[in-house]
């Protein structure tokens, strides 16, 4: 069992920046898919993005160009760096990871969000106000 623990959400103003970590329990380095999802109230639970094992990042459409993800394997951290936010980025954000394979490419867990994964955090509210 991995316990994924989120930090570093809050308010920010339209237009600004907000980095989000998750520190994982246990070694990220064999997870089959890393991502970041996001939930919204009274909305589907949404990709935002993902970083399979090889280090290759895929995006959800919304966010493509202005959200980063990265990992860091020693410290068995997983960032999402977040430039450019909108009002429409406010949500809670949730970090997740697949043990294994779940028969698509990574990037297949970005739609439905979180197709695949096994293990969740418990997530931070991100608050972008206009």
């Known amino acids: 069992q991995v316990q994924l623990v989120e930090s570093g959400g809050g308010p920010v103003q339209d237009g600004g920046s907000l980095r989000v970590t998750c520190v994982a329990s246990?070694?990220?380095?064999?997870?089959?898919?890393l991502g970041w999802f996001r939930q919204a109230p009274g909305e589907e639970r949404e990709g935002v993005a993902v970083?399979?094992?090889?280090?290759?990042?895929s995006y959800g459409d919304a966010v493509k160009g202005r959200f980063t993800i990265s990992r860091d394997l020693d410290k068995n951290v997983l960032d999402l760096q977040m430039n450019s936010l909108k009002p429409e980025d406010t949500a809670a954000y949730y970090c997740?990871?697949?043990?294994?394979?779940?028969?698509?490419?990574?990037?297949?867990?970005?739609?439905?969000?979180?197709?695949?994964?096994?293990?969740w955090g418990k997530g931070v509210l991100v608050n972008v106000s206009s």
């Open positions: 997740a990871a697949a043990g294994g394979s779940f028969g698509l490419p990574c990037e297949g867990s970005l739609a439905p969000g979180g197709y695949g994964m096994d293990y």
């Open positions: 246990a070694s990220i380095s064999n997870m089959y898919c």
């Open positions: 970083i399979d094992s090889d280090g290759s990042a």
